[in-house]
């Protein structure tokens, strides 16, 4: 019997389980389409919940959709240590993003089966519902609701394009499962820890295995509309003209070179723009669009925050706008006891890990609201993500699971 489950992880059962996950709502293109509480969805837990009943961890759902498989301490009222990610992914997605770290949970969890070694705590894997934010937004729902950050009634009833509420998703998807336990929002958390890949280039640039997250970067959106009048295109004068689309175009633009930096470090995005009527013969009476505004320094963020309005105002021209922040999520620093943690399993395992941020965001942040938290990382090809040609490579998988099941097994020891 080893002393640690490192030397129990299984690579060949890793890559078999990473296999049956990736062909549920595989896309022709090699990526998933699996978005959060539909069919495939509902496929893909089933499918964990069938994995870690056969190895006796207890399935339960709680009221917000997010599902854990619980390998149960010899203390089971004591705090719990959670680790896991997501199972939805965007309508083209990768096979990597968010399967990785519940499938690098699960597999720590059997490895400390094989190992047998008793915790004193429960160790929970969680996947948490609505991640990726892609069918119901925004992304997070399941983990907000946990941390108290978004409470059950305003996620419940959020609808998608067709007008399916979370609700509604939820009981559907619930029916096609065999009747799970109810675990209470209030279940306290000793620790939480996530295996992830980086979604950037910096560790495959370095060619180093593994990446302690520091923090996570904030992010503040916002949703911006300019309100002009309709003209025909052909009769009225351009000096009369209150034309939306050149008054939110002159915005965009101001606002791209006043959050510009030397360092290239903020993140200024405008993702959605929607122009009425969108005639090409009649001048736009209204635009809407979004901004996508993040920094890993919250106090500059907050800075570059407050500056939207007032540059948006001041571009407006003859039309009216109105500025309205939809998120303002700080920057995150993670546990310094969980980095330890997982640098000592590291340096333990002689795998080389670097101190790093994360430019993208993780139910991890959330998670670090009412309990510490942490991050692995692992390279991914190319930095590539959110995209059907995502990859990582099974060795760096295989070392991020065991460092994981090393930092779970001390944390629940």
Not at 246 to 263: I, Y
Not at 283 to 291: A, E, K, L, Q, Y
Not at 351 to 373: E, F, K, T
């Amino acid at each position: 019997m080893s002393a640690l489950p490192s030397s129990h992880v299984d690579a060949g059962r890793l890559q078999r389980r990473f296999e049956a996950l990736s062909a549920i709502g595989a896309t022709a293109a090699g990526g998933v389409d699996r978005q959060a509480l539909s069919a495939a969805d509902a496929q893909a837990q089933a499918l964990l919940i069938g994995w870690g009943s056969a190895r006796g961890f207890t399935a339960a759902h709680d009221a917000a959709g997010n599902l854990f498989l619980r390998r149960t301490g010899t203390h089971p009222l004591e705090p719990v240590v959670m680790s896991g990610s997501h199972l939805d992914s965007q309508p083209t997605g990768g096979r990597y993003d968010g399967a990785y770290g519940v499938l690098a949970a699960l597999e720590a969890l059997e490895a400390m089966e094989d190992a047998q070694l008793a915790c004193s705590r429960s160790i929970e894997l969680v996947a948490w519902m609505n991640e990726e934010g892609s069918r119901f937004a925004p992304g997070m729902m399941g983990s907000a609701v946990l941390a108290g950050v978004r409470t059950l009634a305003q996620t419940l009833c959020v609808a998608d394009v067709r007008g399916v509420t979370v609700e509604s998703a939820l009981r559907a998807l619930k029916q096609t499962l065999p009747a799970l336990a109810d675990r209470p929002f209030s279940a306290p958390i000793h620790a939480y820890v996530e295996a992830h890949i980086e979604q950037g280039p910096v560790l495959e640039r370095l060619g180093i295995p593994l990446g302690v997250v520091t923090a996570i970067q904030g992010k503040h959106t916002f949703r911006v509309d300019v309100h002009g009048e309709a003209a025909h295109a052909g009769t009225a004068p351009r000096s009369q003209r209150r034309d939306a689309l050149l008054a939110a175009t002159a915005m965009v633009q101001a606002l791209s070179a006043a959050l510009e930096d030397d360092r290239d470090e903020v993140k200024f995005t405008v993702g959605r723009f929607t122009v009425t009527p969108n005639a090409p013969s009649v001048v736009p009476r209204h635009v809407s669009f979004s901004i996508d505004l993040r920094h890993p320094d919250t106090e500059l963020l907050r800075a570059l925050s407050a500056r939207v309005a007032p540059i948006c105002e001041a571009m407006r021209g003859s039309c009216e706008v109105s500025v309205e922040r939809l998120v303002a999520a700080d920057a995150v620093a993670f546990d310094a006891g969980v980095r330890e943690r997982i640098h000592a399993a590291a340096t333990h395992l002689d795998v080389q890990i670097l101190d790093m941020p994360s430019l993208a965001g993780h139910d991890a942040g959330i998670v670090s609201r009412i309990a510490p938290a942490g991050m692995i990382f692992i390279p991914c090809r190319e930095g590539i993500t959110h995209h059907e040609e995502e990859s990582a490579q099974m060795p760096h998988m295989v070392d991020g699971t065991r460092v994981l099941a090393d930092v779970l097994y001390t944390l629940a020891r």
